[in-house]
């Protein structure tokens, strides 16, 4: 048996305006708290949720606050944390598992989403994030509809705000973020696909927005294209405006073939082989280091929200950040030495 400790990170504090672009590229790649602390989940902004003793190899529960609102699922765990180990040391994986619901997005599953976000944040060697779903024929099924109609108007107003703050979480994660689209992924399920940075489908997978057709519209950023301050990565942005308003109008499923044509996926692979192929990717990611793929994610999501001149700012503070690091003496090293380097995040 092996204990794995969970933690959730503290209410941040207001906004605040950023004095200097070194500021921003801080913020926004996550280094400055990785520099200053030598351990993992360190700092008085952290505290432990839980310890969970589990099986050697399982996955780890985030659901540190009970069951949800009940049904065939009530007591399941809905969401998991899972540390490879191995050639995929580095890569932490996100399940989603309700099949009673084909992961339907309700208080549980989005709690413990949330959690999990909130383990991979705050773990300075984690290198790249998989999410995947282990129902068979879906990846998300999108919101609760069932759960959604015993809520009062401002009790479902909240409910999808948590939702977009949560994606929000999701696609602002430090590390490189690997959407695993096996089956369907409709709705909210689509959208937290295009929060992930990259995302990998099956031939036989299919990506929807039927919002329109129940009466709503996208709920948790599907319907833009990002503004300051935050990373590219939703609907109008991948696609064009045309093309995203067309997927939304219509509420269409896009196949995996042209979900690749379309961009909205970067790999289209054979069914049974998804899951490997997005092994495959993250495998080669975690090569790098940790510091450095937080950077350049950052880089080039800051990147995209400024115009060039004020771009080449943003990266080369995020470049100067480095220097100082054991990583970069690391590769040197390793290079002069003409071996594999060992990165350790610091």
Same mark, same amino acid.
């Given at each position: 048996?092996?204990?794995?400790?969970?933690?959730?990170?503290?209410?941040?504090?207001?906004?605040?305006?950023?004095?200097?672009?070194?500021?921003?590229?801080?913020?926004?790649?996550?280094?400055?708290?990785?520099?200053?602390?030598?351990?993992?989940?360190?700092?008085?902004?952290?505290?432990?949720?839980?310890?969970?003793?589990?099986?050697?190899?399982?996955?780890?529960?985030?659901?540190?606050?009970?069951?949800?609102?009940?049904?065939?699922?009530?007591?399941?765990?809905?969401?998991?944390?899972?540390?490879?180990?191995?050639?995929?040391?580095?890569?932490?994986?996100?399940?989603?598992?309700?099949?009673?619901?084909?992961?339907?997005?309700?208080?549980?599953?989005?709690?413990?989403?949330? &959690? %999990?976000?909130?383990? #991979?944040?705050?773990? $300075?060697? !984690?290198?790249?994030? *998989?999410?995947?779903?282990?129902? +068979?024929? =879906?990846?998300?099924?999108?919101?609760?509809?069932?759960?959604?109609?015993?809520?009062?108007?401002? &009790? %479902?107003?909240?409910? #999808?705000?948590?939702? $977009?703050? !949560?994606?929000?979480? *999701?696609?602002?994660?430090?590390? +490189?973020? =690997?959407?695993?689209?096996?089956?369907?992924?409709?709705?909210?399920?689509?959208?937290?696909?295009?929060?992930?940075?990259?995302?990998?489908?099956?031939?036989?997978?299919?990506?929807?927005?039927?919002?329109?057709?129940?009466?709503?519209?996208?709920?948790?950023?599907?319907?833009?294209?990002?503004?300051?301050?935050?990373?590219?990565?939703?609907?109008?942005?991948?696609?064009?405006?045309?093309?995203?308003?067309?997927?939304?109008?219509?509420?269409?499923?896009?196949?995996?073939?042209?979900?690749?044509?379309?961009?909205?996926?970067?790999?289209?692979?054979?069914?049974?082989?998804?899951?490997?192929?997005?092994?495959?990717?993250?495998?080669?990611?975690?090569?790098?280091?940790?510091?450095?793929?937080?950077?350049?994610?950052?880089?080039?999501?800051?990147?995209?929200?400024?115009?060039?001149?004020?771009?080449?700012?943003?990266?080369?503070?995020?470049?100067?950040?480095?220097?100082?690091?054991?990583?970069?003496?690391?590769?040197?090293?390793?290079?002069?030495?003409?071996?594999?380097?060992?990165?350790?995040?610091?």
């Amino acid at each position: 048996m092996q204990t794995i400790l969970l933690y959730r990170a503290a209410a941040a504090p207001g906004g605040m305006p950023l004095a200097a672009l070194a500021s921003v590229a801080l913020r926004a790649s996550g280094l400055a708290g990785a520099v200053a602390n030598s351990h993992n989940f360190a700092g008085p902004w952290a505290r432990r949720l839980s310890t969970i003793p589990v099986d050697s190899g399982a996955a780890s529960s985030v659901a540190a606050n009970g069951a949800g609102a009940g049904g065939a699922d009530a007591g399941q765990l809905h969401v998991s944390v899972e540390p490879l180990s191995g050639p995929h040391e580095g890569v932490s994986v996100i399940s989603l598992s309700r099949p009673a619901a084909r992961n339907a997005i309700g208080r549980q599953l989005l709690r413990e989403l949330a &959690e %999990a976000l909130d383990v #991979v944040r705050q773990e $300075r060697t !984690t290198r790249c994030v *998989l999410v995947r779903s282990t129902v +068979p024929g =879906v990846f998300c099924s999108g919101a609760d509809l069932k759960e959604r109609a015993t809520m009062t108007q401002s &009790e %479902a107003s909240e409910f #999808v705000s948590r939702i $977009r703050r !949560t994606f929000t979480e *999701l696609q602002d994660l430090p590390m +490189p973020t =690997v959407a695993v689209v096996e089956g369907l992924a409709l709705g909210g399920g689509a959208e937290l696909a295009l929060a992930c940075d990259m995302r990998i489908m099956g031939q036989g997978a299919a990506m929807a927005f039927p919002e329109a057709q129940l009466g709503i519209i996208p709920g948790a950023g599907g319907t833009q294209a990002g503004h300051a301050g935050r990373s590219s990565g939703r609907l109008p942005r991948i696609v064009g405006a045309s093309r995203a308003k067309e997927l939304i109008f219509t509420g269409r499923r896009v196949p995996g073939t042209e979900a690749g044509e379309l961009k909205l996926a970067d790999y289209v692979v054979p069914d049974d082989q998804v899951y490997e192929r997005a092994l495959s990717l993250a495998e080669q990611i975690v090569r790098s280091a940790p510091l450095s793929l937080r950077q350049a994610k950052a880089a080039v999501n800051k990147g995209l929200e400024v115009d060039l001149h004020s771009g080449l700012a943003v990266e080369e503070a995020l470049y100067a950040q480095l220097l100082p690091s054991r990583d970069r003496l690391e590769g040197l090293k390793a290079f002069a030495e003409k071996r594999k380097p060992v990165y350790t995040g610091e």
